[in-house]
C-alpha cells in the first residue's frame, strides 16, 4: 500500500514541471520573433580611384601576305609551245613567261591585212573615179565600209594573238610551274603563282574601342615564329567600319622585306603602342563585375553600394584601364564583389 500511495504522489508533481518546461519553451521562439534584426552590412576591402601616368600597349595577332599576287591563267585555250620562266625565280613586269600555239591566228592577222591593202588601192581609184563622175557615191562608200570591216577583224585577230603570249604584270617571283611544254591548257588551268614579295602586308585586328589610336603613318613592332628578331611595319589602312560581330576593327601595314626574311603567309604577334595617358585611372581587375551585356564596379556613396556601368581599355597584369564610368576620388570594393547588391551597406577597410 505505501508503493501506490507515492506513485499517486508522484504524477501530479511530473505533470506541472513537464508544462512549466512547455511554458517556456513556446515563449522563446515569441522573444526571437520580437528581437530586432542586425543590418546586412558587408565588410569588403576599398580601393581609391587616383590618376596616374600609364603607357600601355596593345598586342593583336596578325598575318603577313604578299604586296601583290595572282594565280596567272591564260585567256585562251591551246597548246603550250614555249614556257620561258625558272620556277622560284624573280621575273621582271612585260617578261614574257609562256606562249601557245598562235600560228593560225598569225595567219589570220596576215589575210585581214592583205585583203586591206587590197581595198585601200580600190578606194584610191574609185576616188578619181569619183572626182570625174566615173562612179557613184555609193561605190566609194560600200569600199569605205569594207575597209573599216577588215580594221576591225584585224583588230581582234590582233587581241587574239596577244592573248597567246603571257606576261609579267608586275615584278616579282614566280613559284612553282604547274604546265609542261606540249600540254593543252584551258582558262581555267592555273599556270603557277606570281608574288610580289619585297613588300608585304601585315592584316590584324583591334577592338573598335582604339580606333583612335590606329592612325596611318603609325610605325608597329612585331615577331614571327621561328625568329628571334624584331621587325616593324607602318599602318596604311584602317577599315571604314567595324565588324558588327565581333566588334573589331581591320588594320594594313606594310612591311619592307627586300632581304627576304619574311614569307607571306607567316602568323606575326604585333604590338601597337598608345599614347602616353598622364591621368588615367587603373583599378584592380578583381574589382570589375562582369554582366551579360557591360562591365560594372561597385562604387561607395554614402557608405551604400551603387552599380556603375563602366567603359574599360587596356589591361595590364592586375589592373585594368578604365575609359568612363569612375573619376578620380572614387571609392571601389575590391572584395565580395560577387555578393554586392545595389543599395546594399559596406562596410570599406581601406
Given at each position: 500500500m505505501k508503493f501506490i500511495t507515492m506513485n499517486y504522489i508522484t504524477f501530479p508533481i511530473i505533470i506541472i514541471i513537464a508544462c512549466s518546461l512547455i511554458s517556456c519553451n513556446s515563449k522563446k521562439p515569441e522573444e526571437e520573433i520580437n528581437k530586432p534584426s542586425k543590418p546586412?552590412?558587408?565588410?569588403?576591402?576599398?580601393?581609391?580611384?587616383?590618376?596616374?601616368?600609364?603607357?600601355?600597349?596593345?598586342?593583336?595577332?596578325g598575318s603577313l601576305l604578299a604586296n601583290e599576287e595572282?594565280?596567272?591563267?591564260?585567256?585562251?585555250?591551246?597548246?603550250?609551245?614555249?614556257?620561258?620562266?625558272?620556277?622560284?625565280?624573280?621575273?621582271?613586269?612585260?617578261?614574257?613567261?609562256?606562249t601557245i600555239y598562235n600560228d593560225d591566228i598569225k595567219a589570220q592577222v596576215q589575210k585581214s591585212i592583205?585583203?586591206?591593202q587590197l581595198q585601200v588601192k580600190i578606194k584610191d581609184r574609185q576616188a578619181e573615179l569619183l572626182r570625174i563622175g566615173g562612179i557613184s557615191q555609193q561605190d566609194y562608200e560600200t569600199t569605205t565600209a569594207q575597209i573599216q570591216s577588215i580594221d576591225a577583224d584585224l583588230a581582234y585577230s590582233?587581241?587574239?594573238?596577244?592573248?597567246?603570249?603571257?606576261?609579267?604584270?608586275?615584278?616579282?617571283?614566280?613559284?612553282?610551274?604547274?604546265?609542261s611544254l606540249g600540254a593543252v591548257i584551258t582558262p581555267a588551268t592555273i599556270i603557277a603563282t606570281l608574288q610580289q614579295t619585297r613588300i608585304l602586308k601585315m592584316d590584324f585586328t583591334i577592338p573598335d574601342q582604339y580606333r583612335d589610336e590606329v592612325i596611318a603613318g603609325k610605325k608597329v613592332t612585331f615577331t614571327v615564329s621561328g625568329s628571334l628578331d624584331t621587325f616593324?611595319?607602318?599602318?596604311?589602312?584602317?577599315?571604314?567600319?567595324?565588324?558588327?560581330?565581333?566588334?573589331?576593327?581591320?588594320?594594313?601595314?606594310?612591311?619592307?622585306?627586300?632581304?627576304?626574311?619574311?614569307?607571306?603567309?607567316?602568323?606575326?604577334?604585333?604590338?601597337?603602342?598608345?599614347?602616353?595617358?598622364?591621368?588615367a585611372l587603373l583599378i584592380p581587375s578583381q574589382a570589375v563585375i562582369p554582366t551579360d551585356r557591360d562591365k560594372e564596379v561597385a562604387v561607395i556613396k554614402g557608405g551604400k553600394a551603387k552599380l556603375v556601368t563602366v567603359k574599360i581599355g587596356t589591361r595590364t597584369n592586375d589592373k585594368v584601364e578604365?575609359?568612363?564610368?569612375?573619376?578620380?576620388?572614387?571609392?571601389?570594393?575590391?572584395?565580395?564583389?560577387?555578393?554586392?547588391?545595389?543599395?546594399?551597406?559596406?562596410k570599406v577597410h581601406l
Open positions: 546586412n552590412v558587408l565588410n569588403a576591402e576599398g580601393f581609391i580611384v587616383k590618376a596616374q601616368p600609364f603607357q600601355s600597349d596593345y598586342t593583336a595577332s595572282i594565280q596567272i591563267l591564260p585567256e585562251v585555250s591551246g597548246r603550250v609551245t614555249s614556257i620561258t620562266f625558272n620556277e622560284g625565280t624573280q621575273v621582271k613586269k612585260g617578261q614574257v613567261l609562256l592583205a585583203q586591206r590582233e587581241a587574239q594573238l596577244r592573248k597567246t603570249t603571257i606576261i609579267a604584270p608586275f615584278d616579282g617571283r614566280i613559284g612553282i610551274r604547274n604546265v616593324s611595319g607602318t599602318i596604311s589602312a584602317i577599315e571604314s567600319s567595324a565588324d558588327a560581330v565581333t566588334r573589331t576593327l581591320k588594320v594594313r601595314a606594310l612591311v619592307q622585306n627586300e632581304d627576304h626574311k619574311l614569307v607571306a603567309g607567316s602568323f606575326t604577334n604585333v604590338v601597337i603602342p598608345f599614347e602616353n595617358n598622364m591621368n578604365i575609359i568612363q564610368g569612375l573619376i578620380a576620388g572614387d571609392t571601389i570594393i575590391t572584395t565580395g564583389i560577387m555578393q554586392v547588391k545595389q543599395g546594399m551597406s559596406v
